[in-house]
């Protein structure tokens, strides 16, 4: 509830817009009561009266209390729907920013579908309790006891009749929601298993095929159909009953108008007018007050909600500048030592005891099996998680420096080579400084081997890449991931395992280009492929997280068993691409 | 959603061809269909029921003692028009009971019957994309085919429950009102059904509004989702370039077309709703004025004016809930057209229409004779290629990427049919072989082997009935993959998360060896991995690998040397022909590409083995 509260504060800040919707309310519930009582008197009075002149006024009348009505109706609901709209675009905003700089331990335990479900579901249920929620709840608590407060006047006895079948539809709703509930949740736990197992099958075809696995995995999916078929089947029930309970509710609240109020005619106590009040206004209170028991309904889902988003608003941001940042102009001379660390949950460290010196200008390669720990000690140098043990950059502790100084001397090739669904132009300009022209861009390009392949865009440099635009092969990805880095100009350049798509001579051009362009600047290389790093002055053979030996390629082939191995199976495999 | 996704919604409201074919599947619950038919008239009786049941007490019983105290003075007495009020009052109760039993079965009765289509549909759906040809898996991404059995599914669902029958059904309830209102009343329904075009023009224009509005709120909200996720996936890169306000400007960018595409919905919705209510008084109020007259005249009593005015209620949500159902059926038929794509498309890779029966067990002859292969319109991936794997031999493919070798295996599997030549095995095309039995016997281990969710044991079984207990057994000691199962939590019983996440890629490989090796197969396919892995498992791999070959017929795409000196026969692929074949040693001697290959790089480790 608190939470809940602390939510709808942010639609307080829209104060102005919700009061006045706030304030249409009212006006919408008197409106529809005069109606009632209108058409009521007006049956009445062609009991009595002599003349039927006035029925054209009644019929003026009529239309004008409806328009009144529907202009407020229409306020009501254009600034309090809207507020919550509003309310729902900053909360998303506010998430965005947090996650965006939220570290990447977190995202690194988080499943992304989870995070986007509180961005979406999540975000909703909360927005559909306090906006439209709220907006039906205040509408049936002033129509409700406006209402009762005018067929009490006419007739006490029928309004407390009335009211029974009301009570007994709230106990119904409630004995019933947690039924509803609990199918509709194995509904869409079945549809989720329908849907995983269908994602599996398909994505494994090939191994479905081979062994001939198409009977099993059709008689798999029959069962887990039928199951949901089971799940839909129990759920319409349970709705079934709520639908049928709500009418007879509705529905009975007639019994006592029929019978009472037909008594209270015969005895001449009230009028047929009277009797068509109760009959309409029974009619417009009764739905507004079963919208309360879906609201109520929403109230526990909402909560839920709020507690998710709440969570991920105040996700701690571990990795922040610190309170004094030490001032550096950055030469890029990095110092390891017994440098550890394990990600949250993880039973074995991926990095463990790593000390490595790097002199500044000098190059230095990761190697080592799958899983290693290479690109996890890559990002420990841009402090994308927080090491145990010590990394210094020209001899400052990392913790020390404000991450607009670190990482404003880094460019990075990641290992995924992830490129944005934007312009091409927009892709390598994303590190650079924002005067950077089209000039330098190109200069880029042309150092990562991409001038013949961007040539041949149908839009130049304005070409859209991605989804809606151009595939680019693996190989391109990752020149174009290189021209992004270098369109930054870093004093230290981190290639994570970012030449594994490019052939071995475009790979030897690159790497040649990146030392001569730089002329000087300090360069992480991490390869699959060790003839990447053959010529750095050091390279780093990794395993399970320790550092198996270092050295130069020379070296390594003297020290290093699964150096020399991998080398000459390597050798092979490229002689054999060269045949 | 992409402009591609706004395209494949269809702009039919009604497809004649579609609802037939659809037709087709309900035809086996054709009982239930009647059933929920039924059950909506009964409903929709006592629905009727109800305002006439009032009706009948105001105009009857009460208005019978109201005449009769004014003319009988003091003297009335109320008890007998009481005692039939009571009657009326109990009809009623009745009537409504009954209705609540039946709203009951309308909900639950329309839901079995969709389901019950719906089930059908969707596991014939589910089978035909398992006969469907592996160039036809390449080419569609697997997130759609996963939207054609869930999403699109659920959408025709709704055609049948909320679409076909209560459409049908809710113009038959507007037509029925309409008599009831002229058995009334024929000069008040005439007025009525005047002003109704009104109500049905309202309506209709908003639906047009209303879907177009939705339409850009899905797409600027798909939009914004795709972006989020985009920068979830590159959140390194963000956070290393220290571009976050960047993004998270963009972002705002997005939201705030996302809240102005909002605020048209909100702005149409705010309307339609007054508007229409505004529509509905004016034909009340009319009623009103014309009825209210009738009244005074005499002409129509109290009773029937309110019957009037109720049933004229049951015409109102009919009408409004049009708008509603023809958003329902377009999105359904969108579906149903997607659907009906995938059953149309039949495979090219087809089950031979008289297979060869072959009793005897495999023998693993394999022979490709002159092969040719292109991927559909193509260039040839493989060009005349021929060689033979004699029972219990190895063959050995080397040669680069994209030289065919994977080609080799896929035709093998039969999962593309060769574009000129033949594949046999055991004398046999494969082409007339029935495949179940076929695949039963092979041993497959592919590259980035998949590893279904479940526990390791399913993953081991595959549902395939030669493997046991036992075979599993020896297959993980065999495989020396039983190290990999005793680290696991639960050993066999361990769960494996999606796409083995749990497992290293050297034990996957492992495991996909004991996987093979579990059903003693006649022939090995073997694809083998190219990531490096630790020394360790590298050598437990190769023995493995040994021991899958030893004494089987097998066709291997080798990365390892161990595999390829130990092959019988060793084949050199080059741009999709066959370059050189024959054993290490016969190569060797031969002095060509392979012989050069071995001498640059193999004979350092060659001599140490040999040491070793």
């Known amino acids: 509830m608190r939470l809940l509260w602390g939510f709808f504060l942010r639609f307080l800040r829209h104060r102005r817009r919700l009061f006045a919707g706030i304030l249409a309310i009212p006006a919408v519930a008197l409106c529809d009561i005069q109606l009632t009582i209108l058409i009521g008197d007006t049956l009445t009075k062609l009991r009595e009266g002599d003349d039927t002149q006035f029925l054209a006024g009644v019929f003026g009348l009529m239309l004008l209390l409806s328009a009144t009505q529907g202009f407020f109706r229409f306020l009501q609901r254009w600034w309090i729907v809207g507020v919550s709209r509003r309310v729902e675009v900053e909360l998303k905003q506010e998430l965005f920013d947090k996650l965006a700089r939220l570290p990447l331990s977190f995202h690194a335990r988080s499943r992304s579908g989870d995070i986007v479900t509180r961005l979406t579901s999540d975000v909703e249920n909360v927005r559909m309790l306090l906006g439209p929620g709220s907006m039906y709840v205040l509408g049936a608590l002033f129509l409700l006891p406006a209402s009762l407060f005018v067929l009490f006047s006419i007739s006490a006895e029928i309004t407390l009749y009335m009211t029974i079948p009301l009570v007994l539809v709230a106990f119904a709703m409630k004995a019933l929601t947690p039924r509803l509930h609990r199918a509709s949740v194995a509904v869409q736990e079945s549809l989720g298993d329908i849907s995983h197992r269908a994602q599996e099958s398909f994505a494994g075809i090939r191994v479905v095929r081979g062994y001939g696995l198409a009977r099993h995995e059709r008689d798999g999916f029959r069962v887990v159909s039928s199951e949901n078929r089971t799940h839909q089947i129990r759920m319409a029930s349970a709705r079934g009953l709520m639908h049928a309970f709500v009418n007879l509710a509705y529905d009975l609240a007639f019994l006592p108008i029929l019978f009472v109020g037909g008594w209270a005619m015969i005895d001449r106590t009230i009028e047929v007018g009277d009797l068509f009040k109760f009959i309409d206004l029974g009619f417009k209170v009764f739905w507004p007050v079963i919208a309360l028991g879906w609201i109520a309904g929403m109230y526990p889902r909402a909560v839920v909600s709020a507690e998710r988003i709440d969570q991920l608003l105040h996700e701690d941001l571990e990795i922040a500048d610190p309170v004094d940042p030490v001032p550096l102009e950055v030469r890029g001379a990095f110092s390891l030592r017994d440098v550890s660390y394990t990600y949250p949950d993880a039973p074995r460290p991926a990095v463990s005891g790593v000390s490595v010196e790097l002199p500044a200008n000098t190059t230095l390669g990761v190697v080592g099996p799958t899983g290693s720990g290479k690109s996890t000690l890559l990002n420990l140098l841009g402090r994308l998680y927080d090491a145990e043990g010590e990394i210094r950059l020209d001899r400052v502790a990392l913790r020390s420096l404000s991450l607009e100084t670190l990482r404003g001397a880094l460019a990075y090739v990641p290992q995924d080579s992830f490129l944005f669904s934007d312009t ?90 990146l030392r001569r362009a730089g002329g000087e600047r300090t360069v992480v290389i991490a390869a699959h492929r060790l003839g990447s790093v053959r010529t750095a002055e050091n390279i780093v053979v990794l395993s399970a997280g320790r550092v198996e030996a270092q050295g130069t390629h020379e070296e390594l082939l003297e020290r290093s068993d699964w150096y020399r191995e991998t080398w000459s199976r390597q050798q092979m495999e490229e002689e054999l691409e060269e045949l | 959603m992409s402009e591609h996704d706004e395209d494949l919604i269809a702009t039919k409201v009604w497809d004649t061809a579609v609802v037939r074919r659809l037709l087709v599947y309900a035809r086996p619950h054709k009982k239930q269909f009647y059933g929920s038919f039924l059950v909506l008239v009964i409903v929709f009786a006592l629905q009727l029921l109800s305002p006439w049941l009032l009706r009948g007490a105001i105009d009857g019983p009460v208005a019978a003692a109201r005449d009769a105290s004014v003319t009988m003075g003091d003297a009335f007495d109320s008890s007998p028009y009481l005692r039939t009020l009571a009657l009326w009052a109990a009809a009623y109760f009745g009537a409504v009971l009954l209705a609540a039993v039946f709203r009951y079965l309308e909900v639950s009765q329309l839901a079995r019957t969709g389901q019950s289509v719906i089930h059908d549909l969707r596991t014939t759906v589910f089978g035909h994309i398992h006969r469907m040809d592996l160039a036809w898996f390449d080419r569609t991404p697997t997130g759609s085919l996963v939207t054609r059995v869930t999403t699109d599914i659920e959408n025709l669902n709704e055609l049948f429950t909320s679409g076909l029958i209560v459409l049908l059904f809710d113009l038959i309830k507007i037509a029925v009102v309409i008599g009831l209102l002229f058995w009334v009343d024929a000069d008040l329904a005439l007025l009525v059904v005047a002003l109704t075009p009104i109500l049905i023009g309202v309506s209709l224009i908003f639906r047009g509004g209303a879907r177009r509005a939705h339409r850009r709120v899905r797409a600027v909200l798909a939009r914004t989702n795709g972006y989020l996720q985009e920068v979830l996936s590159g959140v390194r890169v963000v956070q290393v370039f220290r571009r976050e306000e960047r993004v998270s400007a963009t972002f705002a960018g997005h939201l705030a077309e996302y809240l102005s595409a909002n605020f048209r919905t909100i702005f149409l919705f705010a309307l339609f709703y007054p508007i229409l209510a505004f529509v509905t008084v004016g034909i009340q109020g009319s009623v009103l004025w014309r009825g209210g007259a009738s009244i005074h005249a005499g002409t129509m009593t109290v009773g029937e004016f309110i019957l009037f005015w109720f049933w004229l209620q049951l015409l109102v949500g009919p009408i409004r809930e049009l708008g509603e159902r023809y958003n329902v059926l377009q999105s359904a038929f969108a579906s149903a057209e997607r659907i009906f794509h995938v059953l149309d498309t039949e495979p090219d890779v087809r089950r031979p229409a008289s297979p060869v029966r072959n009793d005897a067990p495999m023998k693993g002859h394999v022979r490709f004779e002159h092969v040719e292969f292109a991927y559909g319109n193509g260039p040839k991936v493989i060009e005349d290629v021929s060689f033979e794997i004699p029972p219990g031999h190895t063959v050995a493919v080397v040669g680069a990427t994209g030289a065919g070798k994977s080609t080799l295996v896929n035709l093998l599997l039969r999962y593309y049919d060769p574009t000129g030549g033949r594949v046999t095995v055991d004398g046999v095309d494969l082409r007339d072989i029935e495949m179940q039995p076929y695949r039963d016997q092979l041993g497959i281990v592919l590259q980035e082997d998949f590893l279904f969710s479940g526990s390791v044991r399913d993953n081991l079984e595959l549902g395939r009935s030669s493997v046991n207990e036992e075979t599993i057994a020896l297959a993980l000691e065999t495989s020396s993959a039983i190290d990999v199962i005793e680290r696991l939590p639960d050993g066999l019983d361990s769960q494996v998360a999606e796409r083995g996440a749990t497992l290293s890629t050297g034990e996957r490989e492992l495991i996909s060896i004991a996987r093979a090796l579990a059903s003693n197969p006649a022939l090995v396919i073997f694809d083998e991995a190219t990531s490096s892995v630790d020394s360790a498992t590298e050598s437990k791999i190769e023995a493995a690998t040994h021991r899958l070959l030893r004494g089987r017929s097998a066709l291997v795409v080798a990365h390892r040397l161990s595999t390829v000196r130990r092959a019988d026969t060793i084949l050199v692929m080059h741009k999709g022909r066959l370059r050189e074949s024959g054993t290490h040693e016969e190569l060797l001697a031969q002095g060509g590409v392979y012989a050069r290959l071995y001498a640059l790089q193999f004979r350092d480790e060659d001599d140490e083995s040999r040491a070793g």
């Open chain 1, 424 to 513: 091409y132009r927009n892709n390598i300009a994303f590190g650079a400084t924002d005067d950077i022209d089209d000039a330098e861009i190109e200069r880029c390009i042309e150092r990562a081997a991409m001038t013949d392949d961007v040539s041949r865009f149908p839009d130049g440099l304005d070409q859209m890449i991605g989804e809606r635009g151009v595939t680019l092969s693996g190989g391109q990805r990752q020149r174009s991931c290189i021209a992004r880095a270098l369109a930054k100009d870093p004093r230290v350049l981190i290639l994570d395992d970012a030449l594994s798509a490019v052939d071995t001579e475009t790979e030897a051009r690159l790497l040649d280009g």
